[in-house]
């Protein structure tokens, strides 16, 4: 698979998680909806994972026991989108989801 194929494909991962957290959780993630569609979806996933403090979506995943629904969790729980980020970034999800007590995997 092509890497733009694989780009456009986490993208749709991105607006999914979106539906699924408000479907779920009810939580409407309407900053991280607007960035999608602006920046785009790997674009995205990689300012949150590179901001200095988790996002404000993030925490309310974690009030909600819903870490499963973050940005690191996906990209994390499918070696499918392991290509698209760096090793550093990979550690970087797994370190944030273990902080807050989610049993990141290897």
Wanted: glycine share 4%.
């Amino acid at each position: 698979m092509d890497k733009a194929r694989l780009v456009m494909e986490f993208e749709e991962a991105m607006v999914e998680v979106y539906r699924r957290a408000l479907s779920e959780v009810k939580y409407k993630a309407s900053r991280f909806l607007t960035m999608i569609h602006d920046e785009g979806g790997l674009a995205t996933a990689k300012y949150l994972l590179h901001a200095p403090q988790v996002s404000e979506g993030y925490t309310a995943l974690w009030q909600r026991q819903r870490l499963d629904l973050t940005v690191e969790a996906v990209i994390l729980n499918n070696a499918r989108w392991h290509p698209l980020f760096t090793s550093d970034e990979l550690d970087l999800c797994r370190k944030r989801l273990r902080d807050y007590g989610y049993p990141a995997s290897e």
